[in-house]
């Protein structure tokens, strides 16, 4: 691990303001014991969902990445995480069935590689995306299939090596910005831009969905190790974003 990335082990007396973002980072691929572990807490519908997955590599992943989530969860609102129920929104954006300090616990789950990251919130929407850098993504005309003529054209303009870092800065984004607002690939990704150069901030620069947008979301880059972009979005002001390491 790079010593300068911010991700810590959790304090004992964990709290979330509702200033503060907590995003949270595991390692998909978990001992056998482990993985047991995470499975026990899984409902009958999710259990039932890995056994319908045809590679074992993709449905260790599952079990993983959901059995922490449960676990996540679980200990910010008090319960253990096999008594969590989810509801989901008409376009499948899952939800928790319980409040923290009578507000919604906003959270959002995406994992690349062997990395799962986890966003928690409270009172606001949210969403992050992780991705492992596949440098001939940048060059196979992906970009210009579903980004917007200007974010093609500041991508484009950039030295070749550096290609490969905005292609990934600009989908991570537009992938956070989407799953917050919940409302899965109804919003074209082509109709909004975010910033992707590299080492410039994170920034939702303009929607033509909704033109309030860009002052109503707050985008993040996560600092993750190399080889791997992620983003995170917010509704409203982000405040403070804590890093936490998740362990078994």
Request: charged letters at 20%.
């Amino acid at each position: 691990m790079v010593p300068s990335l911010p991700w810590h082990s959790p304090p004992p007396d964990l709290t979330l303001p509702p200033q503060e973002i907590h995003v949270w980072r595991a390692l998909l691929h978990q001992p056998a014991k482990h993985l047991e572990r995470l499975e026990r807490v899984l409902s009958m519908d999710e259990r039932a969902k890995a056994s319908r997955f045809r590679f074992e590599h993709n449905r260790k992943d599952y079990i993983v990445a959901r059995g922490v989530l449960r676990h996540i969860l679980g200990a910010y609102v008090s319960r253990r995480p096999e008594a969590l129920q989810f509801f989901y929104s008409p376009y499948g954006k899952p939800a928790l069935n319980a409040e923290l300090r009578g507000q919604k616990v906003g959270f959002n789950v995406s994992h690349s590689g062997g990395y799962a990251l986890y966003a928690i919130a409270i009172g606001r929407e949210i969403g992050i995306d992780v991705e492992r850098v596949r440098p001939e993504a940048a060059q196979d005309g992906v970009a210009e299939r579903f980004f917007s003529p200007g974010e093609v054209a500041s991508l484009r303009a950039l030295p070749p090596h550096a290609q490969t870092i905005a292609f990934f800065n600009c989908w991570t984004r537009k992938e956070a910005y989407i799953k917050a607002r919940g409302e899965g690939l109804s919003l074209p990704l082509n109709q909004f831009d975010v910033s992707l150069v590299p080492g410039e901030p994170a920034r939702l620069l303009q929607s033509r969905v909704d033109p309030e947008d860009a002052g109503r979301w707050t985008l993040h880059a996560i600092p993750l190790e190399h080889g791997y972009v992620a983003a995170l979005a917010a509704e409203g002001p982000a405040g403070a974003v804590m890093y936490w390491n998740w362990q078994p």
